[in-house]
């Protein structure tokens, strides 16, 4: 994507490590504040919400010794913007194999920006079953001014305060050659 | 180039290359899983028209594209010809056109006449979606048969495939072969004399202007010689990939995929073969005639089936035959039609949003 549009990485916010690590503490918090692993139905938001998604599942496992369900997202059927985007973008599946009732669940993206993408994947969610509670862990959160709705993370890897024109970018060796988070901007912005 | 499909129309198989469809299949494959969903319903389509314009009886197609339809959350009215104006005189371009003075997003039509999907896209804003026209084309039938061989096949490529039966007026041969061909199968077609057209050209020709693109699988089988010009090549390219046998002994020999067409008794008194027990002693598919095909061959019958004349009734039933999953998969595509041609016109949508 950063190739697409032409993007210049301004500065470079987490390595390979750093993310290692605020996985950790993201998969402990997420153990502390629910007193345990049991009922924890790990969620992915795709595309990148869902290797953090599982490296978060493996976390827990090996803190807990159990293994927290674990499911996949995609929010494209249930996005606000499918009438203005032009062509309809791809659909992925959603896979969500086990029940949503009477569990916590922890939806899991990369980045919190304006709260959509979130929005998004609770109705999602909500079609599926009746969760206990819903809770929300992100890598990034860029800031409550960028939100547009009124959308919190539960559990922060890092908080970067950023510019409009600026973009975040998590790279993931599923998806990416390295193993980090960048902020890019257009040239000359 | 890898154009994917998002036109407003899907009007037949021939206007697609083989990327659109995989990627039609794609998308329908993503949507099956809603249908198995307590909820079966996501809001993509929320506020959305869809017309179900049927001027020929159908319950399959018809339920299909309506469930697909409300599944995505938009709104699908169905009319039916013994209910519409056109009952009182009105021709077929007025009552496309006053459909389209209600703003709908989408029109899926049926008739008896090749070409008339064609002839409302002309006039019509809203997305027209082919839901049979004569002996023309039946995209959405072709794509879930597509859909259902790839679920049990895992691609279409190289594939052998027999078509037995009325080939002549079925637009399910039809798409089935434009779509079969274009992904590289091997398609093999028998049937009564009087029911098989001889002339390869005229089955998966008509498309004079050679549209970029369109059948590049076997084009290259040819080595596509530049000297020969594109329809030519077409032609020669695909006939390669298509052979009519004389006995349907020869079409199913070796097949991974026997598809029955349906015996259509309401075209009986055109005496096209002599009886229906003629037929279904020469033609029908038995278990004796099954076993000449691969081992783990399947069976797809379009519907609705005349059991015991095209299809026997034990070969109907057993599990070699996927006819359910042909109704179930159905669904899945006409979901991913509706989505892929109600959504504008082609931008490239990257998300860049973070």
Do not use: W
């Amino acid at each position: 994507m950063a190739d697409e549009l032409n993007l210049v990485e301004k500065s470079r916010i987490m390595d390979s490590t750093a993310m290692k690590r605020a996985l950790r503490r993201l998969a402990t918090e997420i153990v502390e504040s629910n007193h345990g692993a049991e009922d924890l139905y790990i969620v992915g938001i795709r595309r990148r919400g869902v290797p953090l998604a599982e490296r978060i599942v493996n976390q827990i496992e090996s803190i807990e010794g159990h293994r927290p369900l674990y499911g996949i997202l995609d929010i494209t059927l249930y996005r606000d913007d499918l009438s203005t985007v032009g062509a309809n973008p791809i659909v992925n599946r959603t896979e969500l194999e086990y029940d949503v009732d009477g569990k916590v669940v922890v939806l899991v993206d990369d980045v919190l920006y304006t709260g959509r993408t979130i929005r998004a994947a609770m109705d999602q969610l909500m079609d599926f079953g009746r969760p206990r509670r819903v809770q929300l862990a992100v890598l990034i959160d860029r800031g409550t001014e960028h939100r547009e709705l009124p959308i919190q993370a539960d559990f922060v890897g890092k908080k970067v305060p950023t510019k409009q024109t600026e973009i975040i970018k998590v790279m993931l060796t599923e998806f990416d050659d390295i193993e980090a988070v960048g902020i890019f901007e257009k040239p000359g912005e | 180039m890898n154009k994917p499909f998002h036109r407003k129309d899907l009007l037949g198989i021939r206007d697609l290359t083989a990327e659109q469809i995989i990627g039609i299949l794609d998308t329908a494959e993503n949507f099956s899983e809603i249908s198995n969903r307590e909820v079966k319903k996501v809001p993509t389509l929320r506020g959305k028209t869809v017309i179900n314009l049927f001027f020929e009886a159908s319950t399959r197609t018809r339920t299909s594209f309506e469930l697909a339809a409300k599944r995505l959350s938009a709104d699908a009215v169905n009319i039916s010809v013994s209910s519409s104006s056109v009952s009182k005189g009105e021709s077929l371009l007025d009552t496309a056109m006053n459909l389209d003075a209600m703003a709908p997003d989408c029109i899926v039509v049926r008739h008896s006449s090749a070409g008339v999907p064609h002839q409302l896209a002309k006039v019509s804003k809203a997305a027209i979606v082919n839901a049979g026209d004569g002996a023309n084309e039946h995209p959405t039938q072709a794509l879930l048969d597509a859909m259902t061989i790839r679920e049990h096949k895992k691609h279409i490529e190289g594939l052998e495939i027999a078509i037995v039966g009325d080939i002549l007026h079925s637009r399910v041969a039809r798409s089935n072969i434009h779509l079969l061909t274009k992904m590289g199968a091997k398609v093999r077609v028998a049937g009564p004399g009087t029911l098989v057209p001889r002339d390869f050209a005229y089955l998966i020709g008509g498309n004079p202007t050679g549209r970029e693109g369109v059948h590049a699988a076997t084009l290259s089988s040819t080595g596509g010689s530049p000297s020969i010009s594109e329809s030519n090549t077409l032609a020669t390219g695909r006939v390669s990939a298509l052979t009519v046998c004389d006995h349907i002994e020869d079409a199913i020999r070796g097949a991974d995929v026997v598809m029955i067409l349906r015996i259509q008794r309401e075209r009986q008194d055109s005496a096209y073969f002599p009886t229906l027990r003629e037929y279904a002693i020469h033609y029908g598919l038995t278990n004796r005639r099954l076993d000449l095909a691969k081992k783990d061959a399947i069976v797809l019958h379009p519907g609705p089936m005349n059991r015991g004349i095209e299809l026997a009734s034990d070969v109907a039933d057993s599990s070699r035959s996927l006819i359910l999953d042909q109704v179930k998969y159905g669904v899945a595509v006409r979901m991913a039609v509706l989505y892929l041609s109600t959504g504008g016109t082609a931008i490239s949508s990257s998300k860049g949003e973070q």
